[in-house]
């Protein structure tokens, strides 16, 4: 009799086969609400950082035109044409 043609093997196979199926059910059970939580966690999470970066852009770019502001009047201020000479910027 050869292995293919027994009916036993097939019956075990079967057996088997039905056996990991209930343990893959039983392991997974409640880990969908767990990977579902997880998700919306990091989800929420990128939401936040997301919106913190945001707003420290855009007081870098407040800074930044604070400080070009300064340099410019800084310029002006070292650019003063009641100085003698031809009005050439001079180092501070």
Partial sequence: MAITSDPNLWVICALVFLLGIL???FLTA???R???HC???DGDRREE???DLGSKEQRWAEQEKKWRERDSLRAA???DPREPGDGEI???
Wanted: net charge positive.
């Fill in 23 to 25: 343990i893959g059910v």
């Fill in 34 to 36: 767990k990977w579902k």
């Fill in 49 to 51: 950082l997301e919106g």
């Fill in 90 to 92: 001079r180092s501070l």
């Fill in 30 to 32: 409640g880990g969908r």
């Fill in 39 to 41: 998700y919306k966690t």
């Fill in 77 to 79: 201020a070292i650019r």
